[in-house]
T-cell receptor
Framework: GAVVSQHPSWVICKSGTSVKIECRSL??????MFWYRQFPKQSLMLMAT?????????EQGVEKDKFLINHASLTLSTLTVTSAHPEDSSFYIC???????????FGPGTRLTVL | RKEVEQDPGPFNVPEGATVAFNCTYS??????FFWYRQDCRKEPKLLMS???SGNEDGRFTAQLNRASQYISLLIRDSKLSDSATYLC???????????????FGTGTQLKVEL
């Protein structure tokens, strides 16, 4: 089946630094990619939706200047957490839909810990 | 009211038991429904889609009741490997409809024991 990869799988950083997470669709073209965040014992919450070549659409309450999303190609989207703080520590998961749009594939997630 | 609600559990059941989870959704315009499975510290993985007529995949049976706006998942002859969190997922409209997005419930934790 389709595969979505994320890198890095986990990262620990100091407060105030920026962290970039990459999401790649390995064997299909992802016209739409989604970024989710999941806090412990909570559900996945959609942060933003991005379509290749256009600006991301952010969910209510998600700061677009803090969570920068770039979807420059049909196989790559990046999420940059700028000036990360301990409250940004979470499990970040990307997801991608192919051209057919009938299935959504999830990456393995990135666990971010901000000290 | 949450868009998608589930009993968080945990449901502790012995191996071989039958267990059922329910999920309710609030938006009557929802048209696509799924059950996902999420193991600890892993990404969610699609278990099965849910159709109005009900559908079965091996030991798993999913049902949709549109009138009451609830979805169920039945697991028969549960295995130790079934231990996971089961996420109910709803889409307003069809998944193929452009920017339609998945809305996740908080999940129901299942623990299958010897």
């Amino acid at each position: 089946g389709a595969v979505v990869s994320q890198h890095p799988s986990w990262v620990i950083c100091k407060s105030g630094t920026s962290v970039k997470i990459e999401c790649r669709s390995l064997d299909f073209q992802a016209t739409t990619m989604f970024w989710y965040r999941q806090f412990p014992k909570q559900s996945l919450m959609l942060m933003a939706t991005s379509n290749e070549g256009s600006k991301a659409t952010y969910e209510q309450g998600v700061e677009k200047d803090k969570f920068l999303i770039n979807h420059a190609s049909l196989t790559l989207s990046t999420l940059t957490v700028t000036s990360a703080h301990p409250e940004d520590s979470s499990f970040y998961i990307c997801s991608a839909r192919g051209i057919a749009k009938d299935t959504q594939y999830f990456g393995p997630g990135t666990r971010l810990t901000v000290l | 009211r949450k868009e998608v609600e589930q009993d968080p559990g945990p449901f502790n059941v012995p191996e071989g038991a039958t267990v059922a989870f329910n999920c309710t959704y609030s938006n009557s315009a929802s048209q696509s429904f799924f059950w996902y499975r999420q193991d600890c510290r892993k990404e969610p993985k699609l278990l099965m889609s849910v159709y109005s007529s009900g559908n079965e995949d091996g030991r798993f049976t999913a049902q949709l009741n549109r009138a009451s706006q609830y979805i169920s998942l039945l697991i028969r002859d549960s295995k130790l490997s079934d231990s996971a969190t089961y996420l109910c997922v709803v889409v307003v409209g069809q998944l193929t409809g452009g920017g339609n997005k998945l809305t996740f419930g908080t999940g129901t934790q299942l623990k299958v024991e010897l």
